[in-house]
């Protein structure tokens, strides 16, 4: 009796919890990942001025790959209204082409992250920049100015 009351409070919890995630504003959402990932990209960019350890750099780089990986879930239908969103229509209308552009920046931080694991600040750096111009290629395509 006492097993099934706990797995039916664990039951009630998880679905409550899933229901407090699927009330989440998309937009607010995205807005919040992006602000992190640009707040980890500014972090990076100082350490590599500074010529600092760069091997503590491979856990953001890893949180960067695993935010823009999930980032294009972000964008369900609807989305495109309300709240103060900067993305284009282009985004649902060449989903397969934003994903593709999401891949590559996820691509590159997954690499950022493997060039962190060496402490090599220039190889760490010119893969930086790729993460920064797959960035910027993604806004030019996607985003409002």
Known sequence: ?????????????AVAGLASAADLDPIAVRQAGQDLL??????????????????????????MARWIKVFPTEFP?????????????????????????????ADAADKLAADAKTGNVQTFAAQLKVVGEACSACHKEYKAR
Request: positive net charge; glycine residues 8%; charged residues 25%.
């Open 1 to 13: 009796m006492k097993k099934t009351l706990v797995l039916a409070v664990a039951a009630s919890l």
């Open 38 to 63: 640009s707040g980890n990209f500014t972090a990076m960019s100082a350490v590599v001025a500074a010529k600092g350890d760069v091997t503590k750099l491979e856990k953001p780089a890893k949180a």
């Open 77 to 105: 239908p609807g989305s495109d209204k309300g709240g103060n969103t900067k993305a284009l229509p282009k985004v649902w209308s060449d989903h397969a082409g934003f994903v593709k552009a999401a891949d590559r920046l």
